[in-house]
């Protein structure tokens, strides 16, 4: 394949990208595109005003154009999210899927531990330490992030062992908020720790039994409708 092909089929690829996320969108917001268009239309109605009364219009008109661009991008981005939660929000292994949105610097780990009613243990390796996010029923969810959290801290070396319910009930994370929950932790490792906890972490994975996610519908990946809107 020839060299410049490949850009002709990353921008194939992306245009592709955002005619699902904007169709995913659309499923749960009809009125999405014309909120768009009003909004591009919008600001470069303002832009246009300007220039006829301070001119030069010429100079303003781009400009408009430029920022409406930007602003209905920005809101498109937000919606595109709000979508995707939405369509995995009830789904066994839904916080599994808004954690693998974290970036550089964390290590998410789905379905660690996972029993016959659904309840699982997703996790997050990060500065903050190991973070055990469970989801399902929450008495039963607790307890298995109980016997998770003796387990790891058995091979922490002393690096903290959070534990987080997600969900919608007192004391729970809504997905929605988990990342931004889990990212916001108070950093207590540096880089070098964290590669060494790591390979510890490795050594407990390899004695437990492999546990498959329940069967189901598998949620839509966050991931890729974000990585439309930056273009990636």
Same mark, same amino acid.
């Given at each position: 394949?020839?060299?410049? $092909? ?22 749960? $917001? ?15 109605? #303002? ?76 996790? #997050? ?15 039963? #969810? ?5 016997? %998770? ?20 009930? %007192? $004391? %729970? ?31 407990? $994975? ?27």
């Amino acid at each position: 394949m020839a060299k410049n $092909d490949a850009p002709e089929e990353k921008k194939t690829g992306r245009l592709k990208q955002i005619a699902s996320a904007y169709k995913l969108t659309k499923k749960s $917001d009809p009125t999405v595109g014309l909120v768009l268009a009003g909004i591009f239309l919008g600001i470069v109605a #303002v832009f246009v005003v300007v220039g006829l009364l301070v001119g030069p219009l010429m100079v303003w008109i781009p400009l408009g154009v430029a920022l409406g661009f930007l602003a209905a991008t920005i809101i498109f981005g937000r919606k595109v999210e709000k979508a995707a939660y939405s369509q995995i929000e009830g789904q066994a292994g839904a916080a599994a899927s808004a954690l693998q949105t974290l970036r550089r610097g964390w290590t998410v780990t789905p379905a660690v531990a996972v029993t016959k009613n659904a309840d699982i243990v997703h996790r #997050v390796v990060g500065r903050p330490g190991i973070v055990l996010v469970g989801e399902g029923q929450a008495s039963r #969810v607790k307890n298995l992030l109980a016997a %998770e959290g003796k387990k790891h801290n058995r091979v922490a070396g002393g690096a903290p062992v959070i534990q987080i319910v997600a969900g919608q009930g %007192e $004391d %729970e994370i809504d997905i929605r908020k988990l990342t931004k929950h889990v990212m916001k932790l108070p950093q207590a490792l540096q880089p070098s720790e964290i590669t060494d906890l790591l390979q510890r972490l490795k050594a407990l $994975d390899a004695v437990r039994p492999q546990v498959p996610m329940p069967k189901g519908p598998v949620p839509t990946s966050l991931k890729g409708a974000r990585q439309a809107m930056k273009g990636r």
